[in-house]
Every structure is written in C-alpha cells, then in structure tokens.
C-alpha cells in the first residue's frame, strides 16, 4: 500500500491566491482528517470527515478554509484567499475507523508571502 | 471538555540518558496510541494499549496504560540519535472517537 499520498509537498504562494491541498487516504479507510502543524500552536485538527461526511469542521480557522470529500479516494483543503499566517505544514491522515489509528501523509508545507 | 495532557513539553538528555513523557487524560480512555514525529517528518504511529495496567514493550520503549485508563507514559532507555524527534499520545472521544491528542514531549539529545 502507498501509504496516504499528499499533493503538493511544498507550496509557496503569495498573500491573496488561492490554495488547494489535495488527499489520496489508504484504499478501504473510512475516515480522513486535515491537521495542520505550526510551532506556535502544535498540531491542530481542522475537519475530519467519515464515509465522505464532514462530520466536525469547527477546527477549521475561519470562512477562507474549505475542505471537500467528493468521495472515498480523495480529499481538498482549499484556502481562499491565502494570508500569511496560514503558513504551516498540512497534514491529511486515513484511519479505517473513528478512534482507531491514524495514518499521516508526508505532509503539504505551504508558505504565503 | 475532554482533554488530553502531555509533560514536559521539551526535554534535553544526554545521549545514553533515559527520557520518559506522561500523558494524562481527563476521562477514561478505551485506548491510548503513541506517535512519533521526527524532525521535518510526519507523525509515525508506534503502538495503541487497551488494556488497564497493559504494559508493551519495543526494544527500548516501554508503554504503560494506568489501572484507570486515564494515564499513560512512555519510556525509553539509554536513548541514541535516531530517538530524537517528538513524541505523542491520543485517545478517542467519549462522545464521537475523533482523537484528542497531547501536545507532544520532543526529545532533545545535547550536544
């Protein structure tokens, strides 16, 4: 298995632009998630979905962040319009189940200028 | 609500030194997990105890999970290089077994 696949790694992108992070989860796992990690404020859960649903967005920062499950392979994080404190690294991550253990994606390092 | 509490934030040893990182929750948990970050990487799961009292062991890693399931630690011994990096717990929510994670001990190894 390919293990969570993420796209891009790195991202630098000026203030104002749109940003869309993409997710691949394992094949078969049944909930995805979108952390994101600063130094300032660890690892921050933003949304998580299972079967495809949202099921708790209410990490997600403000009204700029969406996120999107169209179905069981893949995943966006779109960041509209992007501001410079959304500098971070993203993380997507795949469980079979709700609780069980997390798989992380190698992570998408995004910078905004 | 439920939260998960995890000290020290930093911690610098001696390479040989042992660490050790406590994570206590406010609720009962029905497992814990421990992850590992290295440094510029993704966290890494490392292994889940479900059982009161369980205690597991990898190499130089030693998991507990307390009597009561609010309380964990991880320890290791004679830490080297490839340790460094930081270490996490998470438990699932009582309410919808979303993980709660600890803010994380990173392993320091002095120069």
């Known amino acids: 298995d390919a293990g969570v696949i993420q796209s891009p790694r790195h991202e630098v992108t000026e203030m104002g632009q749109e940003v869309t992070l993409r997710c691949k989860p394992i094949s078969g796992h049944n909930s995805l998630f979108w952390y994101r990690q600063t130094m300032m404020r660890g690892l921050e859960l933003l949304i998580y979905f299972n079967n495809n649903v949202p099921i708790d967005d209410s990490g997600m920062p403000e009204d700029r962040f969406s996120a999107k499950m169209p179905n069981a392979s893949f995943s966006t994080l779109k960041i509209q319009p992007s501001e410079p404190r959304d500098s971070a690294v993203y993380f997507c991550?795949?469980?079979?189940?709700?609780?069980?253990?997390?798989?992380f994606g190698p992570g998408t390092r995004l910078l905004v200028l | 609500g439920q939260q998960v509490m995890q000290i020290p934030q930093y911690q610098h040893v001696q390479e040989g030194e042992d660490f050790t990182t406590y994570c206590n929750s406010s609720?009962?948990?029905?497992?814990i997990q421990w992850y590992k970050q290295r440094p510029g990487g993704h966290p890494v799961f490392l292994i889940q105890?479900?059982?009161s009292g369980e205690v597991k062991k990898q190499k130089r890693l030693t998991f507990q999970f307390g009597e009561a399931k609010k309380n964990s630690s991880l320890h290791i011994t004679a830490t080297q290089t490839t340790d460094v990096g930081t270490y996490f717990c998470a438990g699932p929510k009582d309410s919808n077994y979303q993980l709660i994670w600890g803010a994380g001990t990173k392993l320091i190894i002095k120069p």
């Open positions: 105890l479900v059982k």
């Open positions: 609720t009962t948990l029905s497992n």
């Open positions: 991550a795949s469980s079979a189940l709700l609780g069980e253990t997390q798989y």
